[in-house]
């Protein structure tokens, strides 16, 4: 493909959404011919990379996605059901049903479009026809064993339906008579809003705005045999929530504690400070709240809410807030009632962008419910601790059989006494914030690229113990596999990008994230689709131990002959694992790691100019590795290491030579040194091009025909990107300028020195931009993250 100008580069290669396009300044650079859209070049917070070629891409099987059979998924919402192996799917005016068990997903549909007459309407009350008004699913739980409970938009006008879906997920059959209840309440009006849903007993409790303007947002219990409940209308309970996640939570064994817990955002009413217009909040009712008698009459009587705080400490003593929550994940353990809760938040600051992951423990949040209640004579004072005496049963008990005293049953919240439920109504807040645990997030990520939308969190055994594997969906179809290692004695943890997933092409925001553990995979929906994603792909970390090692994926180990998933019940003799030592060369002792590995790297060719400047570029894996380098002068058989002075430069991406000489030329090896490990990770045959040679060919008068010169092939674009960034900060400009219009045989000289001069300052901006995005905040370890793209 050969691309006219430099100004449709720019697409390929800035990302969109980047409003700063790096790129037209290095454009002027290039030659007309030069077309690297394909692969494409994308940019991440860890530098330049490539995916791999189309070719590697339809090769790996690491992907499956699904996009409906109306061309248009407009996904929704998701619901993973491993008992009948399927997942169903909602989107726009449909219902899929997929198997799981098969490679032939074999979907089936249910096409359930707005009812009669609520497309016109939804379309006369001003709403858009084209994206709100239409049923988008927004609501898919299992409810019994033969029926699903799905609710939808309905064109603004929200609608509930029990599909049928047997016992193995056959959807459709049964279904064209089914009876379609109101959703007002359980399910948004609008196709996108915030909204959070669990099923417990029967029952749906939502968190979302109940009414076609959006001004009447709520908590609602509704369905089963009880009469509907909800929140009051108050600021205090609720002021402008976005809802995240809702969760049933057991407290103990008897099942009247168990409570719902829903997790939101929302403003804070009269914010104390300015800091904090928006903050992050756990709150929780009892599953058995059946309202007040005569006070809160089918309202919320164990409402109460906290803080959940998420925060690092900053040097000057100023903590960096995170407090827009984004997405919530439960890591299950085996009782159930202490799920570990992890936590995505990003910061609402436009100084500042960050995501950050903290985990909070149930043993926290309980105490915190159990703690004072936040409050204050008047708005005009200050909140504080209420240390008055609060009434029994303290309000936020569930009644059970703990709350029943010898002359008084308290068998439901009808029961409570008056001055109780006065009390809850004017106290909804907790004093103390729920803090992390260790008081500070697991994981935090500033100055990527996109934001993170969404969170899956798999605890992974490997041989040197257990590991959290992070799944991160970006708003740019992409998600990041992050594993975070607690070193001993160390303060932060260390977090390691393992790969970048390039789930979807185009950068759509991640939705929706579900993991199968059980399959070992990972399904991410964005508006676009619903992608199938295997968790690892071991064989792409290479054919050597060292090189699984390094890798550090928790899930692969090397298996005596390949790098491939570890099983902890494995019968392989030589499992040898590197997530925490990360020292290849004591893991794989037994393995062969006396010799070089060259035999997958490739041999690169570089032509110089004499008395010019040139590049070998050589970046390792790790910042720990130290490099060497050495060079064979043939036909000498000896390696030597390359003396390095003013002349020849090492610098952290490779070898800058200023000047080059003749007898520079030679095969130079780049090896890196780690935990005692030595890799060869380049190795490049350097031509000088003689002076009189280049005379020839850049002819400074008019005349003879020059005669070709020996023409390289143009490789790898990086290459030439990193040259070219090298060359820019030695701010000699015009080397630039040499160096690109000598590398293009073939091409004639480039006459853009005006040009070149104006952009001076912003080429130097690319390099600082660079610089900036290279920074690896947090000990975060310079892997290039790998990349996979959907087949
Ligand atoms: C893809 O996966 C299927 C099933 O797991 C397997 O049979 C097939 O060989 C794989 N293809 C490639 C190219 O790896
Ligand atoms: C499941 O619920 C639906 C809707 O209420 C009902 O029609 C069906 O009989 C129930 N199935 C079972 C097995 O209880
Ligand atoms: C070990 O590596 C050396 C050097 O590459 C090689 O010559 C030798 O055959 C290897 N031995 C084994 C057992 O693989
Ligand atoms: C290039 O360097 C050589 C010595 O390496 C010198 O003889 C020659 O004059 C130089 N040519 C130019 C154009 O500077
Ligand atoms: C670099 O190459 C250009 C073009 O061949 C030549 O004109 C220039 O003199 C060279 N620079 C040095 C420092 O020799």
């Given at each position: 493909?050969?691309?006219?100008?430099c100004?449709?580069?720019?697409p390929?290669?800035a990302?969109a959404g980047d409003?700063?396009?790096?790129?037209?300044?290095?454009?002027?650079?290039l030659?007309?011919s030069?077309?690297?859209?394909?692969p494409s070049l994308e940019?991440?917070a860890?530098?330049?990379?490539f995916?791999?070629s189309l070719?590697?891409l339809?090769?790996?099987n690491?992907?499956?996605?699904?996009?409906?059979h109306r061309?248009f998924?407009?996904f929704?919402s998701?619901?993973l059901d491993?008992?009948?192996d399927?997942l169903?799917?909602?989107g726009?005016?449909?219902l899929?049903?997929?198997r799981?068990d098969?490679a032939n997903?074999?979907?089936k549909?249910i096409?359930?479009?707005?009812l009669?007459g609520?497309?016109e309407e939804?379309?006369?009350?001003?709403?858009?026809?084209?994206t709100d008004?239409?049923?988008?699913i927004?609501?898919l739980?299992p409810?019994?064993?033969t029926?699903?409970?799905a609710?939808?938009?309905?064109?603004f006008h929200?609608?509930?339906a029990?599909v049928?879906?047997?016992?193995?997920?056959?959807?459709?059959?049964?279904?064209r008579?089914?009876?379609v209840e109101?959703?007002r309440?359980?399910?948004p009006?609008?196709p996108?809003?915030a909204?959070?849903?669990?099923?417990?007993?029967g029952?749906?409790y939502?968190?979302?705005?109940?009414?076609f303007?959006?001004h009447?947002p709520?908590?609602?219990?509704s369905m089963?045999t009880?009469?509907a409940?909800?929140?009051?209308?108050d600021q205090?309970?609720?002021?402008d929530?976005k809802?995240v996640?809702?969760?049933?939570?057991p407290?103990?064994?008897?099942?009247?504690?168990?409570?719902?817990?829903f997790f939101?955002t929302?403003?804070v009413?009269?914010?104390?400070s300015?800091?904090?217009?928006?903050v992050?909040?756990?709150?929780?009712?009892?599953v058995?709240?059946?309202g007040g008698?005569?006070?809160l009459v089918?309202?919320?009587?164990?409402?109460?809410?906290?803080r959940?705080?998420?925060s690092?400490p900053?040097?000057?003593?100023?903590?960096?807030y995170f407090?827009e929550?984004e997405?919530v994940?439960l890591?299950?353990m085996?009782?159930?009632?202490?799920?570990?809760?992890?936590?995505?938040?990003?910061?609402?600051?436009?100084v500042f962008?960050?995501s950050?992951v903290?985990v909070?423990?149930?043993?926290d949040?309980r105490?915190?419910?159990n703690?004072?209640?936040?409050?204050?004579?008047?708005?005009?004072?200050?909140?504080g601790?209420?240390?008055g005496?609060?009434?029994?049963p303290?309000?936020?008990?569930?009644p059970?059989?703990?709350?029943n005293?010898?002359?008084?049953?308290?068998?439901t919240t009808?029961d409570?006494p008056d001055e109780v439920?006065?009390?809850?109504?004017a106290h909804?807040?907790?004093?103390?914030?729920?803090?992390p645990?260790?008081r500070?997030?697991l994981?935090?990520?500033?100055?990527?690229p996109h934001?993170l939308?969404?969170?899956?969190v798999?605890?992974v055994?490997?041989?040197?113990?257990q590991?959290?594997?992070?799944?991160?969906g970006t708003?740019?179809?992409s998600?990041?596999?992050?594993?975070?290692l607690?070193?001993?004695?160390?303060?932060?943890?260390?977090?390691?990008v393992?790969?970048?997933?390039?789930?979807?092409?185009?950068?759509v925001?991640?939705?929706q994230?579900?993991?199968?553990?059980?399959?070992?995979?990972l399904y991410?929906?964005?508006?676009?689709?619903?992608?199938?994603?295997q968790?690892?792909?071991?064989?792409?970390?290479?054919?050597?131990?060292a090189?699984c090692?390094?890798?550090?994926?928790?899930?692969c180990s090397?298996?005596?002959?390949?790098c491939t998933?570890?099983?902890?019940?494995g019968?392989?003799?030589y499992?040898r694992?590197g997530?925490?030592?990360?020292?290849?060369a004591?893991?794989c002792?037994?393995?062969?790691?006396t010799g070089?590995r060259?035999?997958?790297?490739?041999e690169?060719?570089?032509?110089?100019?004499?008395?010019n400047?040139?590049?070998l570029?050589?970046?390792?894996?790790?910042?720990?590795?130290?490099?060497?380098?050495f060079?064979q002068?043939?036909?000498?058989?000896?390696?030597?290491?390359v003396?390095t002075?003013?002349r020849?430069?090492?610098t952290?991406?490779?070898?800058?030579?200023?000047r080059l000489?003749?007898?520079?030329?030679?095969?130079?090896y780049?090896?890196?040194?780690?935990h005692?490990f030595?890799?060869?990770?380049?190795?490049?045959a350097?031509?000088?091009i003689a002076?009189e040679?280049?005379?020839h060919?850049?002819?400074?008068?008019?005349?003879?025909?020059?005669?070709p010169l020996p023409?390289?092939?143009?490789?790898?674009?990086?290459?030439w990107?990193k040259d070219?960034?090298h060359?820019?900060s030695?701010?000699n400009l015009?080397?630039?300028?040499e160096?690109?219009?000598?590398?293009?045989?073939?091409?004639?000289?480039?006459?853009?020195?005006s040009?070149l001069g104006?952009?001076?300052h912003?080429?130097?901006?690319?390099?600082?931009g660079?610089?900036g995005?290279?920074a690896k905040?947090?000990?975060e370890?310079?892997?290039?993250p790998?990349q996979a793209?959907?087949?």
């Open positions: 493909m050969a691309l006219d100008g100004l449709l580069l720019c390929c290669l990302p409003s700063t396009c790096l790129l037209p300044t290095l454009c002027l650079l030659p007309p030069w077309a690297p859209c394909e940019l991440t860890w530098g330049w990379h995916p791999p070719a590697d339809l090769g790996t690491r992907s499956i996605l699904f996009f409906g061309g998924l407009g929704r998701l619901y491993e008992y009948r399927r169903f799917i909602g726009k005016d449909v899929y049903s997929l799981l098969r997903a074999d979907p549909e096409y359930w479009p707005p009669p609520q497309t939804c379309f006369r009350k001003g709403k858009d026809p084209g008004c239409a049923n988008y927004r609501v739980h409810y019994n064993r029926h699903l409970l609710c939808g938009t309905g064109a929200p609608v509930c029990f049928y879906v047997g016992h193995r997920g056959e959807v459709g059959q049964h279904h008579g089914v009876s109101p959703g309440g359980r399910c009006h609008e996108s809003g909204f959070a849903s669990t099923l417990i007993g029952e749906l939502t968190g979302l705005t109940a009414d303007l959006g009447d709520g908590i609602f219990r089963g009880r009469s409940l909800r929140t009051e209308v205090r309970l609720l002021n929530p809802f996640a809702a969760h049933m939570i407290d103990n064994d008897d099942g009247d504690n168990d409570k719902a817990y939101f929302e403003k009413v009269e914010a104390d300015k800091e904090h217009t928006i992050s909040r756990v709150m929780r009712v009892c058995n709240d059946a008698q005569r006070v089918n309202k919320w009587s164990t409402f109460n809410k906290a959940l705080v998420c690092v900053g040097p000057d003593g100023i903590d960096t407090d929550l997405d994940f890591l299950r085996k009782d159930g009632k202490s799920p570990e809760i992890y936590a995505l938040f990003s910061t609402t600051s436009h962008q960050g950050a903290c909070y423990r149930m043993a949040i105490e915190v419910f703690g004072p209640f936040a409050h204050r004579e008047s708005p005009h004072h200050q909140w601790a209420y240390e005496r609060v009434p029994y303290r309000p936020g008990v569930c059970s059989k703990t709350t005293q010898p002359r008084r049953q308290y068998s009808k409570f439920l006065h009390f809850t109504r909804p807040l907790m004093y103390k914030p729920v803090y645990r260790h500070r997030p994981l935090v990520k500033t100055d990527l934001r939308r969404q969170l899956v798999d605890r055994e490997a041989e040197d113990g590991h959290d594997v992070f799944f991160l708003d740019a179809g998600v990041l596999k992050v594993v975070v607690q070193q001993t004695g160390a303060y932060t943890p260390e977090d390691i393992l790969e970048e997933l390039q789930v979807f092409k185009v950068p925001p991640i939705t994230m579900e993991i199968s553990v059980k399959r070992q995979v991410v929906g964005s508006s676009l689709g619903v992608a199938q994603v968790l690892h792909q071991c064989e792409t970390y290479g054919t050597a131990c090189e090692c390094l890798a550090r994926d928790p899930y090397w298996d005596g002959s390949a998933r570890y099983q902890p019940s019968k392989h003799r499992r694992h997530t925490r030592h990360n020292n290849p004591h893991q002792l037994d393995q062969n790691l070089e060259l035999g997958s790297i490739e690169k060719v570089l032509y110089g100019a004499e008395n400047s040139t590049f570029e050589c970046v390792p894996r790790s910042p720990q590795a130290s490099v060497q380098w060079v002068r043939p036909p000498d058989e000896q390696r030597d290491e003396k002075d003013d020849i430069l090492q952290e991406q490779g070898l800058l030579f200023r000489h003749r007898h520079d030329a030679g095969i130079y780049c090896k890196t040194l780690e005692g030595t890799q060869t990770m380049a190795k490049t350097l031509e000088v002076s040679q280049l005379a060919t850049f002819p400074r008068g008019r005349g003879d025909e020059p005669p023409c390289p092939k143009p490789q790898a674009p990086k290459a990107f070219i960034m060359l820019i030695s701010h015009r080397r630039v300028e160096y690109c219009t000598r590398f293009w045989c073939g091409s004639r000289p480039y006459h853009r020195k040009k104006q952009d001076k912003a080429l130097a901006g690319v390099d600082t660079k610089k995005r290279m905040p947090h000990g370890r310079s892997r290039v790998r793209v959907a087949t």
